[in-house]
């Protein structure tokens, strides 16, 4: 089982960023596949998730409006595309498999003008 977030980077408040997650080793259509961020000194936390089959989607209320997780199951990869971001929302960002069975080894988000 190998995750690979990309995507990560320096942006402006009120800019955009993808993410993505690329999955080995299974299939991550079958899988819920979730994100979660953390920054220093703080716990990880939940930031959107989505579940096998019909792809029911879920997110945390500072990022609903904002954030929408997607997948591509032909390329095996899980996306995170993020609007309108704020500095609050700088932070590592992790790809996870299942209810925290893997993580990716993140990406780090930065919104600073």
């Known amino acids: 089982v190998h995750l690979v977030e990309s995507g990560g980077g320096l942006v402006q408040p009120g800019g955009s960023l993808r993410l993505s997650c690329a999955a080995s080793?299974?299939?991550?259509?079958?899988?819920?596949m979730s994100w979660y961020r953390q920054t220093p000194g703080k716990e990880r936390e939940f930031v959107a998730g989505i579940s096998s089959g019909v792809g029911t989607t879920t997110y945390a209320d500072s990022v609903k409006g904002r954030f929408t997780i997607s997948r591509d199951n032909a390329k095996n990869t899980v996306f995170l595309q993020m609007n309108n971001l704020k500095p609050e929302d700088t932070a590592m960002y992790y790809c996870v498999r299942g209810m925290g069975a893997d993580w990716g080894q993140g990406t780090q988000v930065t919104v600073s003008s």
């Open positions: 080793g299974f299939f991550s259509s079958i899988y819920y």
